[in-house]
């Protein structure tokens, strides 16, 4: 079916076009019409099938007479790499019209997240924590929102988001248009779709979830020690172009990397532990070709949306059948072909099983040829467990021995430098005692009882006076006694 054939508005047309988007896939003819009438949509759409644009077109096509300056409508995703995407199908499948977007999800600034609150742009898009944390301000206001997306629904369950997903329901009128898309609709998303869908159009919901048709799945039995050295292999032989590499684990995913970047193979990773920037600059650099490996953990195989992307490797079996289907679709999207790898250890048969139970058919078994599965690698590519716990408690241990002894060299450093400073305060009284050295001084003797302070009660370190001088005291009696006409003695008892 042509996109013409939906009434689209001739603006969003023209967007259409400019994506490259030529005859709509079967989740779109599905899902257009009754987005269209304003009904509620229960979809179960495979990864891949092209449901972003499914519910975008509707909500642009409705909202392009609408006054602007409010948002109308929200669509809530459960990855930021999700968000990202459908912002960006958003924002060029909008690029002829007035209408405005913006995504909000963690990992950045809220400052520019905030503006758009307050200048109310058309169309949000938002991760369940960061939209909370929005909207415990006054700013964050969602009054007029008219249309609810939840996408990705079982995914939102699978990361504990749907409590998240019920209190940003509070937040919303009651009375809007709902649209959820699943790939998987277990029994919690069930009972959500019927507590906020009125009357749903429901499409494929009895369809078992399988893989996109365009996949070529294919499963390559390899001893876990040598799953690095296969896909090596894989890549030297050019039998891979571009390939996403799952893994069970971020320090898997970071061995992984570190492994083939020693290789030679230009590489990159993203998982929880890396920050945003560094997570899209990884995925940019991906997807414009200058990776030709990004390794992820399952917290991309929602919302990678890279064109042409040739092959999806699951390094590790992944635990649960959904995701095995959710990892693959990033290949074959939007009714392309691709190929979806599979390397399964012998302990991971159980999971294998589970996940051919799951899809209703066993994998295809593949072996390269040439290749020796029963070499002895020449590095290991994990580390046990127990072996990283030691080796972190041994550094912990050198550490603390490390302070302590810098703790010991501090303590004597800091005695020696009191030691220095008190003999720097002592040496000038070194240098005066050689005065004090020489003979010292004839002290007067001690007077004698009742006498005390020197003779006649003068200091005793003053000159003794001549025996037969008149002291002061005798001088002014004499002066005294001359006044008043007397005669007087001397303090010498003769006669004046």
């Known amino acids: 079916m042509n996109f013409s054939d939906f009434n689209l508005h001739p603006d969003l047309l023209r967007g259409v076009a400019d994506m490259g988007f030529t005859q709509a896939t079967p989740i779109q003819t599905q899902a257009i019409p009754p987005g269209l009438e304003g009904r509620d949509v229960l979809a179960c759409a495979m990864t891949g099938s092209g449901k972003t644009a499914a519910f975008l077109l509707p909500i642009l096509n409705r909202l392009m007479d609408k006054p602007r300056g409010t948002t109308r409508a929200l669509i809530v995703a459960p990855t930021r790499e999700l968000?990202?995407?459908?912002?960006?199908?958003?924002?060029?499948?909008?690029?002829?019209?007035?209408?405005?977007?913006?995504?909000?999800?963690?990992?950045?600034?809220?400052?520019?997240?905030e503006r758009a609150f307050r200048r109310g742009v058309d169309v949000l898009v938002a991760t369940p924590g960061r939209l909370l944390d929005h909207l415990?301000?006054?700013?964050?206001?969602?009054?007029?929102?008219?249309?609810?997306?939840?996408?990705?629904?079982?995914?939102?369950?699978?990361?504990?988001?749907l409590p998240d997903i019920r209190r940003v329901?509070?937040?919303?009128?009651?009375?809007?248009?709902n649209l959820l898309f699943s790939a998987t609709l277990p029994a919690p998303i069930v009972t959500l779709s019927r507590d906020i869908l009125s009357a749903p159009a429901t499409l494929n919901v009895e369809r078992k979830a399988a893989p996109a048709t365009g996949i070529t799945q294919a499963l390559y039995m390899v001893p876990e020690e040598l799953k690095s050295s296969l896909l090596l292999e894989l890549l030297r032989r050019d039998e891979v172009q571009n390939v996403l590499v799952f893994t069970r684990t971020k320090h898997r995913a970071n061995r992984l990397a570190d492994f083939l970047e020693r290789q030679g193979v230009s590489c990159d990773r993203i998982h929880g532990n890396r920050s945003q920037a560094q997570r899209t600059d990884a995925l940019a650099r991906f997807k414009?070709?200058?990776?030709?490996?990004?390794?992820?953990?399952?917290?991309?195989?929602?919302?990678?949306?890279?064109?042409?992307?040739s092959h999806v490797v699951n390094f590790d079996v992944p635990n649960i059948p959904e995701d095995y289907i959710h990892r693959v679709g990033r290949t074959a999207r939007a009714e392309a072909i691709g190929d979806a790898f599979t390397f399964a250890?012998?302990?991971?048969q159980a999971e294998l099983a589970a996940i051919e139970r799951a899809i209703g058919k066993k994998l295809p078994r593949r072996t390269l040829e040439g290749f020796d599965y029963t070499a002895r690698p020449a590095e290991r590519f994990e580390i046990p467990i127990g072996e990283r716990i030691a080796a972190i408690r041994a550094r912990k241990a050198e550490e603390r021995a490390r302070a302590?002894?810098?703790?010991?060299r501090k303590a004597q450093n800091l005695a020696a430098e009191q030691s220095r400073t008190q003999g720097r305060s002592a040496a000038p009284q070194e240098r005066a005692r050689p005065k004090n050295d020489r003979q010292p001084r004839q002290q007067a003797s001690p007077a004698p009882q009742g006498n005390q302070g020197g003779q006649n009660g003068q200091n005793p370190r003053r000159p003794?006076?001549?025996?037969?001088?008149?002291?002061?005291?005798?001088?002014y009696s004499v002066y005294r006694a001359a006044a008043n006409g007397e005669s007087g003695t001397g303090g010498d008892g003769r006669r004046r």
Do not use: C, N, W
């Open 83 to 113: 968000a990202a995407q459908i912002a960006e199908h958003l924002e060029g499948l909008a690029k002829h019209t007035s209408l405005t977007g913006a995504a909000v999800f963690g990992g950045v600034a809220m400052g520019p997240q």
């Open 136 to 161: 415990q301000h006054p700013y964050a206001r969602l009054d007029d929102v008219e249309i609810l997306v939840l996408d990705e629904a079982d995914r939102m369950l699978d990361m504990g988001f």
């Open 169 to 177: 329901l509070k937040a919303l009128p009651p009375r809007r248009q």
């Open 288 to 309: 414009s070709g200058r990776l030709r490996v990004l390794v992820a953990t399952d917290i991309a195989a929602r919302g990678i949306d890279v064109e042409a992307l």
């Open 345 to 348: 250890a012998p302990q991971e």
């Open 404 to 408: 302590k002894e810098k703790a010991a």
């Open 464 to 475: 003794q006076r001549p025996s037969g001088v008149p002291g002061r005291a005798s001088i």
